[in-house]
């Protein structure tokens, strides 16, 4: 319990500390310089990212970062144990990252606004039309060089088998070209449990990247089913294919 109330006191806490910044990020945007802003938006959700962790009592042991690319051209894929893995990723690839969240975040006040302005894009999974826009808006975020991040399982698997990866979630690698940063989240899902955060010690695996322009039509094909086997191996207790 007492974590919880830490977490969740730091949370609440930065959010509203965050207003500060407001006005360097209308600075950055009225004078078109957005290399700056994503430098300093990487550096705030990283802040962001490290403090939640620290309050909730969350250590990382990290392999594989030196697998990371310079190239901004970076779409990372990983599983998806539990509610803790986008600040484990956010604290630790060295990289801004921005990832598709269901619509209804966009409308929680303050986080919703930064989740914005670090390029987060929101889907309407009930509206197939609008779905494919969000998809296309963020092949043009990895091509303009702006990480997104992917969870192809397109839910929390909360320690159990991992999941299957859904049709057509890789479409956003696959069409805009990216270097894949293949990822295995292991542990994350120990960290809460009906409501309740207990600290514990979380292993982030990165793998060798694949670069989609390197595929065949063939391989690209077989992309969700060579990412699955590698995360999955990437895991202590692997789902049975």
């Given at each position: 319990m007492f974590r919880t109330l830490v977490l969740n006191s730091a949370f609440g806490l930065y959010?509203?500390?965050?207003l500060v910044y407001i006005p360097v990020v209308l600075y950055f945007y009225i004078l078109n310089k957005q290399h700056e802003l994503d430098r300093f938006m990487g550096s705030m959700a990283k802040t962001w990212a490290r403090l939640l962790l620290w309050a909730a009592g969350?250590?990382?042991?990290?392999?594989?970062i030196e697998h990371i690319p310079q190239d901004n051209t970076i779409c990372f894929i990983s599983n998806h144990q539990g509610e803790f893995d986008i600040p484990i990723i956010m604290a630790h690839v060295g990289k801004p990252v921005a990832f598709i969240a269901k619509k209804e975040l966009a409308w929680i006040p303050i986080m919703g606004f930064w989740m914005k302005v670090i390029r987060c894009i929101f889907i309407d999974r009930s509206n197939n039309r609008k779905s494919v826009k969000t998809i296309q808006k963020g092949v043009e975020q990895i091509k303009k060089g702006h990480p997104m991040l992917i969870f192809p399982e397109g839910t929390r698997s909360r320690g159990g088998p991992m999941k299957p990866f859904k049709a057509g979630s890789l479409k956003l690698a696959i069409r805009s070209n990216a270097i894949i940063v293949p990822m295995s989240i292991d542990g994350s899902y120990t960290l809460r449990k009906k409501g309740i955060v207990?600290?514990?010690t979380v292993?982030?695996?990165i793998h060798p990247t694949i670069d989609v322009k390197e595929l065949t039509a063939e391989e690209k094909k077989e992309l969700a089913s060579r990412l699955y086997t590698l995360i999955n191996s990437g895991l202590k207790n692997p789902s049975i294919a």
């Open positions: 959010l509203v500390y965050s969350v250590k990382v042991e990290l392999t594989g207990t600290p514990g292993r982030l695996a």
